[in-house]
């Protein structure tokens, strides 16, 4: 049998984390191989850590990346695929920023669009194209409801998971004729480090549930899917409200 | 803020959470927001876990399963690792935790810090003494390891230590190795205390787990249903488990006199008519309620107490007595009892809970100065008999009769972290 190689881009995300574990947990010996990326080594090796507890027949490593300069996105993962086709890419990093915060200090207004825009995008990109050239893999990107439509209480962080969405559509097409699977994942608010501030507040769905539905999206090849899937009729509705009402709705 | 409740439900008062999700980060929290207390699962019954008001530092974020030598059975994991995960995890691999409670929805650090017992403490002591080290954040940013030779006595202080003595942040735990998921089991009714002591003491030597529930209510007290078993190589494939689940709490409390003499008797006769040898899933057999989610909102919206003491073996059996009689004649009282004999063993906790000698735990849904003044009459018992009441259960016991129960106190309180402090604490200790 040949070893599946799964790529995870922020890997030390909970979410991701999550799908690790599922992907460790059903893998055969010797199976399956993941690729960790992350920006600080003691943060993956943790993560990498756990899951070779929890599977030690898998086999897994950790690489450190620059995640804002283009160069080095594109020589990590050159790298990556010269050691092999990669069969499942999953991007998953992110940050929420706070929107106040964003109006009145551009350099985080520019962090916020950078990390969860542009930073994820590049990856995408280069990514795609070795996937294209083995036409062969699946590239999943984990947007958010939040870019389905923009509202006052977060739509920096919004319009860069919109730059997200707008792409994978673009890529999904690109890449339509060929063998490779684009998925973009829109979770709805999940309990992870993330939201820790919102405990309380708002109702997160656990971290878990959402893993097993982004690993099943994957599994089916699925164009999108929002986890959990209640989350697409809410985002329908919230979609369509007109403006003259919505501009009055405190959300 | 947050309201956040105990298993036992008696409060729900607004907490700053704030959740720790790796070590680095835990650290930081705990130095920078404090006084505060460690919480887990919040599987304790009572203030244990609680700070009303003030800061809970939530450890279900350190998750992470560190290192595990398979040829040793020694794990390193972080504090907040759910006890569950480890079995499902580590028995298909043939290593199981030695010791743990009636409940795997528990963490690694709750399971220390309450020094947890099981159904085979005359076996295997409790949860503390499985362990090799420890880690311990203190609120000063000083870490500290210790072990049964490595700083014992900090080792001593934090097993059974409340989570008082710093925030544990990861853990060595030595498993045990287990042929596979199943118990060889029985069940035999006894008539009376008399039957159950000698039903315990023959149980001793040839059987791993002892435990026995117990009819709080039955005129005359002390008839009930002796549970035994032993880990054993049966290959079946695992059952499928299922989910019930409380969806809501119900506007008064569903255990209540009328409900609870014909369960009791129904419950009795029912296990009785299957009593004998039979082969069990650990699950069932160790963790009979993780199944029905949320069974504590059966007690309704003012919740429960549960009282759990232990009291010496040499007047253990008039001492439990007495306490059957006080509740039977109160009305009061659950089908939730438990009586259970300790083994001849030194804790390895200050503070631990075990001491040799018989444990009785009831249920009591929270009925206000009534079931207060009952436990009153029960502490008399408890003081009277040179017994003490477990912490992890307790949210009403008054402090002298916790100095009286712990007798290590004064040197436990030498090394608390001056940044911990919960409802607890200030109940029962200066601060
Ligand atoms: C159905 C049921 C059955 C039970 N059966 C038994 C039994 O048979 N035997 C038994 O001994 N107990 C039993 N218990 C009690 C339970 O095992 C203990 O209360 C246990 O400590 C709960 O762990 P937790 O993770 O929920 O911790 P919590 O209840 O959240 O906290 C318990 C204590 O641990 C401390 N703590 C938690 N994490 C840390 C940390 N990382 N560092 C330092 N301190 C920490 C808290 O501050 C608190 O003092 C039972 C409970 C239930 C609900
Ligand atoms: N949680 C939710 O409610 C929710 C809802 C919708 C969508 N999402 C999306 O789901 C994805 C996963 O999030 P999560 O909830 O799992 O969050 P998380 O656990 O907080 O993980 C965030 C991840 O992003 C990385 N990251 C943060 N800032 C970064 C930066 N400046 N440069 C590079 N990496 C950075 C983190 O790396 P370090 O470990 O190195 O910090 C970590 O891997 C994100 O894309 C998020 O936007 C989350």
């Known amino acids: 049998m040949t070893t599946q190689r799964i790529l995870i881009i922020g890997a030390t995300s909970a979410m991701a984390e999550h799908c690790a574990r ?24 943790r993560v990498a850590a756990d899951l070779h507890v929890r599977a030690p027949k898998v086999r897994v490593e950790s690489i450190v990346s620059d995640f804002a300069k283009p160069e080095a996105i594109r020589a990590t993962i050159d790298a990556i695929h010269a050691q092999g086709r990669i069969d499942v890419a999953l991007i998953a990093h992110g940050l929420l920023p706070d929107q106040a915060q964003c109006q009145q ?16 995008v590049l990856f995408a990109e280069a990514i795609a194209g070795h ?32 730059l997200v969405s707008r792409y994978a559509q673009g890529l999904q097409h690109r890449l339509a004729s060929t063998q490779v699977k684009v998925v973009l994942i829109k979770p709805g608010p999940t309990d992870t480090p993330m939201t820790a501030h919102l405990k309380g507040a708002a109702k997160l769905t656990p971290v878990s549930d959402v893993a097993i539905t982004i690993v ?33 709705i405190n959300i | 803020m947050q309201a956040i409740s105990s298993w036992g439900r008696l409060s729900a008062f607004p907490h700053e959470v704030i959740s720790l999700s790796s070590p680095q980060q835990a650290r930081r929290a705990i130095t920078e927001h404090h006084p505060g207390i460690a919480h887990g699962m919040g599987r304790s019954y009572g203030d ?60 690694v650090g ?3 810090a309450n020094d947890v017992h099981g159904k085979n403490h005359h076996v295997l002591g409790a949860f503390g003494d499985h362990i090799l080290s420890l880690r311990l954040q203190r609120t000063d940013g000083r870490v500290i390891d210790c072990g049964p030779d490595l700083a014992p006595q900090w080792f001593a202080a934090t097993v059974g230590g409340m989570g008082l003595t710093g925030v544990i942040l ?81 506007p008064i409390s569903l255990v209540n006199p009328l409900s609870l003499r014909p369960f009791n008797t129904a419950y009795f006769n029912l296990k009785k008519w299957q009593a004998g040898r039979s ?54 009282g659950s089908f939730l009892a438990v009586l259970k004999t300790f083994g001849n063993r030194q804790a390895v906790g200050m503070m631990s809970f075990p001491q040799p000698g018989v444990t009785l735990a009831l249920d009591f849904p929270n009925k206000g100065e009534r079931t207060l003044k009952l436990f009153e009459r029960l502490d008399a018992i408890v003081r009277e008999a040179g017994g003490h009441l477990y912490l992890a259960k307790d949210a009403r016991q008054p402090a002298e009769l916790f100095r009286a129960g712990y007798p290590r106190l004064d040197e436990f309180l030498q090394y608390r972290d001056p940044g911990i402090s919960s409802a607890l604490s200030r109940r029962l200790m200066d601060y």
């Open chain 1, 22 to 45: 599922t992907w460790a947990d059903r893998a055969a010996a010797d199976t399956l191989a993941l690729i960790l990326v992350g920006r600080d080594l003691s943060r993956l090796d």
């Open chain 1, 105 to 120: 200090d551009l350099t985080a207004c520019a962090e916020a669009l950078e990390v969860n825009g542009l930073s994820p």
């Open chain 1, 131 to 162: 996937m294209e050239k083995a036409s062969h893999g699946t590239l999943a990107i984990i947007g958010s409801v939040a870019g389905d439509r923009g509202r006052k209480s977060n739509y920096v962080y919004g319009a860069a998971k919109g």
């Open chain 1, 216 to 248: 099943k999206a994957i599994d089916a090849g699925k164009a999108t899917v929002y986890a959990p899937g209640k989350w697409l009729i809410i985002m329908h509705i919230i979609r369509h409200i007109p403006a003259f009402i919505f501009n009055k």
């Open chain 2, 48 to 107: 244990i876990c609680l700070n009303p008001q003030g800061v809970l530092w939530n450890t279900l974020g350190l998750d992470h399963l560190i290192a595990f030598d398979e040829a040793s059975g020694r794990l390193i994991c972080e504090a907040g690792v759910v006890l569950r995960d480890i079995q499902h995890l580590m028995i298909p691999r043939g290593w199981i935790l030695p010791v743990t409670p009636g409940t795997q929805l528990i963490t």
């Open chain 2, 110 to 112: 709750g399971a220390i």
């Open chain 2, 170 to 250: 990861q853990a060595e735990i030595q498993l045990r190795r287990v042929a596979g998921p199943w118990l060889d089991t029985e069940i035999v009714p006894y008539a009376n205390l008399d039957e159950f002591f000698t039903l315990a003491d023959e149980s001793e030597a040839g059987w791993e787990h002892t435990v026995s529930w117990i009819d709080c209510i039955c005129k005359g007290g002390g008839r009930g249903l002796f549970m035994r078993g032993n880990p054993c190589a049966e290959t079946r494939p695992a059952p499928h488990a299922g989910h019930l689940g409380m969806p809501f709490v119900p």
């Open chain 2, 279 to 332: 082969i069990t899933h650990y699950e069932p057999f160790f963790y009979p309620l993780d199944n029905i989610q949320n069974w504590n909102r059966m007690y309704g919206p003012r919740g429960f107490f549960q009282y759990q003491s232990v009291v010496p073996r040499s007047n253990g059996r008039e001492a439990v007595q007495a306490m059957l009689g006080e509740i039977s004649r109160s009305g009061e």
